[in-house]
């Protein structure tokens, strides 16, 4: 097979690029950035826990997605915590503890000293949560980084600043285009999810997984990052708009991490950013073809637990035509 071009160095770009390259295809990569994951995927928690996202999302999230573990153990070795997530609510809140439940599987109940044994930086704070054990988490940058050098050792080629490379498409006979936002505008179908999310740091707790603490009107996640590092997410609001953090979402999100934990109250803000996450209306992903050129998109919230499914396929498609794809659309 002659190259394939990627259009797009985000997480769903490099993932297909592995996919590919661990096939023997050469791949070219081209990004309108002067880096990778200059998208959305830099902003992302990288919780990879398809159980906790049963909650809110199709039966297919849980089920794709919870072979997304063992994918970023195995292209990546060492850079995935598999401690599970800690799920608790506020006293006032505890029904919402009990609906995250219903709507669940794969967690167990935890009583106040259990919850202790397991994050001890949050004794006495919770009388009960949810674990879901097999659930893991990483760092989405360190992640990306390690990727592309673990791709650039494979023999991809990158072409940053650029949105096409005419001397490399000229030889391709297929082109994937995983842009994501930049599609925003060529497809109707397509919305934009604004996520807003910060980083904060103190070493006043430890955590040992992501902790989701639920509330009515704006639950949140706190993911430890390395030492001292937290980075606290994420609203979902229906927005195509870019920019900095709003101050009602900056405030809702520093509200709530001091509901978690009064030490975050004397922690330091040292960043702020916001995502855009392209969603087809029942938020899930398609791949759909245009003569030769496939486009994978609509990750919404689940770039890095789905990516590796849809680039599987992906591949797939491209060397058997025969083969069946859940989130592929007939042309």
């Not at 096939?23 to 992302?44: C, H, M, P, Y």
């Not at 989405?140 to 791709?151: C, G, N």
């Not at 937290?230 to 870019?242: K, R």
Request: proline share 5%.
């Amino acid at each position: 097979m002659n190259p394939v071009v990627i259009k797009g160095a985000g997480v769903v770009g490099l993932v297909t690029a592995y996919e590919l390259a661990r096939r023997g295809i050469a791949v070219d990569v081209v990004e309108q950035s002067e880096r990778i994951g200059a998208g959305a995927s830099w902003f992302a928690g990288g919780m990879l826990a398809p159980w906790c996202e049963r909650e809110s999302a199709d039966e297919k999230v849980e089920r794709v997605g919870a072979t997304a573990i063992e994918w970023w153990q195995t292209a990546l070795p060492g850079k995935v915590v598999q401690e599970g997530t800690l799920v608790v609510a506020a006293a006032r809140d505890t029904r919402e503890l009990d609906r995250f439940a219903t709507r669940t599987t794969g967690y167990r109940w935890l009583d106040a000293d259990q919850i202790a044994e397991l994050e001890p930086d949050l004794a006495g704070r919770f009388s009960r949560a949810l674990h879901f054990p097999r659930e893991a988490h990483l760092d989405p940058r360190e992640a990306l980084s390690s990727l592309r050098d673990t791709l650039m050792a494979m023999g991809v080629r990158f072409h940053f600043n650029q949105t096409t490379d005419a001397t490399v498409e000229s030889r391709v006979d297929w082109r994937i285009d995983c842009t994501g936002r930049a599609r925003l505008t060529d497809d109707a179908a397509l919305r934009g999810v604004r996520g807003e999310m910060l980083y904060l740091r103190t070493g006043d707790i430890q955590l040992s997984r992501p902790v989701r603490f639920l509330h009515p009107r704006h639950p949140i996640y706190v993911v430890p990052r390395r030492q001292g590092v937290f980075m606290v997410g994420a609203t979902m609001i229906e927005s195509e708009l870019s920019g900095p953090i709003t101050a009602r979402s900056l405030m809702e999100l520093l509200n709530a991490a001091y509901a978690l934990h009064p030490a975050f109250g004397e922690a330091q803000i040292t960043e702020t950013g916001t995502g855009i996450r392209p969603a087809y209306h029942n938020n899930l992903p398609r791949i759909t073809r245009s003569g030769s050129i496939y486009s994978v998109n609509g990750m919404y919230r689940h770039g890095f637990l789905l990516s590796p499914a849809l680039a599987h396929d992906i591949a797939e498609l491209l060397l058997n035509p025969d083969h069946r794809s859940e989130f592929y659309d007939e042309p």
